[in-house]
């Protein structure tokens, strides 16, 4: 199981449970500039380096962690990782460990923050100047132009207000994204129906009462049951009406979707809380699960290992 510092887990925790609550601004750390021959690895340190974009005026920050050994100006894979609310990106990056997978496995990662309040409006279309669907663009053009991300190998993550963020991105459309993977946030609206078929690998506990799995009230305001939102993702896909269930554990099922020309691939853990299964369990949050790793289900359907 992975373990990772005590002050992360309080942080996750405050994040979750006092959500509303604008949190300060992030901490100052060091910044890193990118250049033209896009030597990121040379730059990154074991944290990662802090870069800024300018979204309608106004300067917004991201983080990115590459390989000490990528090579200077070749392109290489990029996940994107979406912070859960209350929860700065590099918490969320290190909760998730996707740096230190990327370091071994020869991919960048790029950690958004949302703002002082750490809270993703994922509602604000990125035609709305300044929304943060607008930034999240921004930051993929700048990973791209700016620190050698391959432009036909970019990923989305995310955990809760993170995962519906990423679930937002794809709504879009036109988003240079091949296939999205998340945690314990999931919705479809009718702005999604011109979207072009979406892959995606999906993850939530029964017993997630931050975001229920049947549907309710969550911290940024209602969420529709999740085989709801699934089906209409099914549907909007093209696939098989149900999909073909099995049981990976005693605590684990996978629900798996035939489609024509998308993924839809969903892990449901039985009685799981709002957590990344794999990660430290954080009390007050419900159970987790070790059963399955979802950082490496995700490596493994993005195809980065």
């Known amino acids: 199981m992975r373990i990772f510092r005590a002050t992360m887990a309080g942080a996750l925790l405050l994040g979750s449970l006092v959500a509303c609550t604008p949190s300060g601004d992030p901490a100052p750390d060091a910044t890193g500039t990118a250049t033209a021959s896009c030597a990121v690895g040379a730059e990154s340190e074991e944290g990662g380096t802090t870069h800024t974009v300018e979204v309608d005026g106004v300067e917004r920050s991201y983080r990115v962690y590459a390989p000490d050994d990528a090579p200077e100006g070749t392109p290489i894979p990029v996940v994107y990782v979406f912070h859960p609310l209350g929860v700065s990106g590099e918490i969320a990056a290190a909760y998730t460990e996707f740096p230190a997978e990327g370091r071994e496995h020869g991919f960048m990662v790029v950690a958004p923050e949302s703002g002082p309040q750490l809270r993703w409006d994922f509602l604000t279309p990125s035609t709305t100047p300044g929304s943060d669907l607008a930034f999240a663009r921004a930051v993929m053009t700048a990973a791209v132009e700016e620190h050698c991300a391959d432009p036909d190998r970019q990923y989305v993550t995310g955990m809760s207000n993170g995962s519906a963020m990423s679930f937002a991105i794809a709504c879009e459309g036109d988003f240079p994204v091949q296939a999205y993977a998340s945690v314990a946030a999931i919705g479809y609206a009718s702005t999604c129906q011109d979207a072009p078929p979406t892959s995606f690998l999906y993850i939530h506990g029964t017993g997630d009462k931050v975001v229920p799995f049947e549907g309710g009230q969550t911290p940024v305001g209602p969420a529709a049951p999740v085989a709801q939102s699934l089906s209409a993702w099914a549907a909007h896909n093209e696939c098989e009406p149900e999909p073909a269930t099995s049981e990976i554990a005693d605590d684990v099922e996978r629900w798996l979707w035939g489609c024509p020309e998308a993924t839809i691939d969903t892990y449901v853990?039985?009685?799981?809380?709002?957590?990344?299964?794999g990660a430290q369990e954080i009390e007050g949050?419900?159970?987790?699960?070790?059963?399955?790793?979802?950082?490496?289900?995700?490596?493994?359907?993005?195809?980065?290992?």
């Open 269 to 277: 853990i039985d009685g799981g809380g709002h957590s990344w299964p």
């Open 285 to 305: 949050l419900g159970p987790s699960t070790d059963t399955i790793d979802a950082t490496q289900l995700m490596l493994e359907f993005f195809e980065l290992v």
